[in-house]
């Protein structure tokens, strides 16, 4: 019987979900066969209240326009329940970002945070590449490029390697260095062998991922890649790992068939902190990048909104004897923290966010962008969390393409 259903969705005037200069009017669309209550419970990404509301619904009507201007007035991102018991329960959850480019953050950045990464590339710079590169025939029979695995050397004299997709034409290639989220070491490669646009890829295993985890391997648990040695900052994880995407660069650089005025970054979550830190080290040689939701970055306010990350450091810190304190592991957690990266960014830069992303939420991915003096744009998808975010290649591509200089054919 129809009347018995009962539902409940929350919709907005913004199609992104993101409130400028307009009013922040939000409607609730219901069905109920009786008088209901619903409670609309607004927090923000601090997991702060800023409303809590009991609001009565009549049957015979079927929207109800909730004005939000003054309880959301502040740029920040909202989380907005509303919960509806009538015969039973139901209920809907939406995120509203409010001014997302005013976001305030804490833009310090630790005093010798240049010094620390001068060092690091003058280490690297120390260390020869001995770059080599083997064809994969069976890889080469699926796919209309050439297909390589490269290897080379890095910091610590770590082997790390890649997938290198070469277009079978001549000439000079725009590049696209791929960079690897957390635990992800390109396992599935098909999107890149399928792929048919004239243009050279690097799919890059950093230390610890697919098939450079021979040497370096502590794994995704406790310490895993993120907590290794997270008591000393020269040791730790992802000092050598932002040298190994300075490394890739290198090998790109190196190479004939690659355009050299035209090669990007890319990648997401870990690999959206990877592309911002290579875009910043190599500044002068990197020509877009775009990024998705960024790990590490804006650490002092992830452990906040992502109360589990913490957690995580101080198991990871309890592995370890606790030999420093936790505040002593947050101040070497800034060295890395690629927000203090992102003002050093002179390319173009596309960044891409999910709403509903609680691995890394919006906040920190504005942190950094909103660092940024570069030509920058943002795409906002009001309905997707952290795995989705992965399913934007396509457009992301397609903007690389355009910005690498509208010149990539298709074979």
């Known amino acids: 019987n129809g009347d018995n259903t009962e539902s409940i969705k929350i919709s907005m005037p913004i199609k992104n979900h993101v409130f400028i200069g307009e009013d922040k009017k939000i409607t609730i669309h219901y069905h109920t066969s009786q008088k209901a209550l619903v409670r609309l419970n607004v927090e923000n990404d601090f997991h702060e209240p800023i409303m ?27 989380q907005i329940t509303a919960v509806m018991h009538g015969k039973g329960y139901c209920g809907d959850a939406q995120w509203m970002a409010v001014n997302p480019e005013q976001v305030k953050c804490r833009n310090a950045v630790i005093d010798d945070f240049d010094d620390y990464w001068t060092t690091a590339k003058s280490e690297l710079a120390s260390i020869s590449p001995k770059y080599r590169i083997h064809k994969v025939d069976s890889l080469c029979m699926k796919s209309k490029r050439d297909v390589y695995i490269v290897e080379m050397q890095s910091l610590g004299n770590i082997t790390i390697r890649g997938y290198y997709f070469v277009p079978r034409t001549s000439g000079k290639h725009p590049a696209v260095l791929q960079v690897p989220g957390y635990g992800w070491g390109f396992e599935n490669i098909d999107g890149m062998l399928s792929d048919n646009t004239d243009r050279i890829e690097l799919a890059l295993c950093v230390r610890g991922h697919g098939i450079s985890a021979d040497v370096f391997n502590p794994g995704f648990g406790v310490p895993g890649v993120w907590g290794y040695k997270l ?14 995407c300075v490394r890739a660069v290198d090998f790109l650089c190196s190479r004939e068939e690659v355009d050299n005025h035209k090669i990007a970054v890319k990648g997401g979550s870990q690999g959206g902190g990877l592309t911002l830190a290579t875009a910043a080290l190599c500044s002068d040689r990197i020509a877009a990048c775009a990024y998705f939701d960024p790990f590490p970055c804006d650490m002092r306010h992830q452990i906040k909104i992502r109360t589990t990350c913490e957690t995580e450091l ?55 962008y909103n660092m940024m003096t570069s030509n ?29 200089g509208d010149c990539v054919t298709h074979l």
């Open 52 to 78: 809590d509301r009991l609001i009565t619904l009549n049957s015979k009507d079927s929207v109800k326009i909730i004005n939000l201007n003054i309880p959301c007035a502040s740029p920040a991102f909202y």
């Open 231 to 244: 008591y000393d900052k020269d040791s730790i994880s992802y000092r050598g790992i932002y040298m190994d």
């Open 314 to 368: 101080k198991n990871d810190l309890t592995y370890y004897g606790n030999r420093c304190t936790f505040d002593d592991v947050m101040k070497i957690q800034d060295y890395i923290d690629t927000r203090s990266f992102a003002s050093k960014i002179k390319c173009p830069v596309l960044f891409t966010v999910a709403l509903f992303d609680d691995d890394c939420p919006a906040h920190v991915g504005f942190a950094a």
């Open 376 to 404: 920058k744009r943002y795409e906002v998808y009001p309905y997707d969390g952290h795995i989705q975010g992965f399913t934007h290649d396509k457009y992301i591509m397609k903007w690389l393409d355009v910005t690498l």
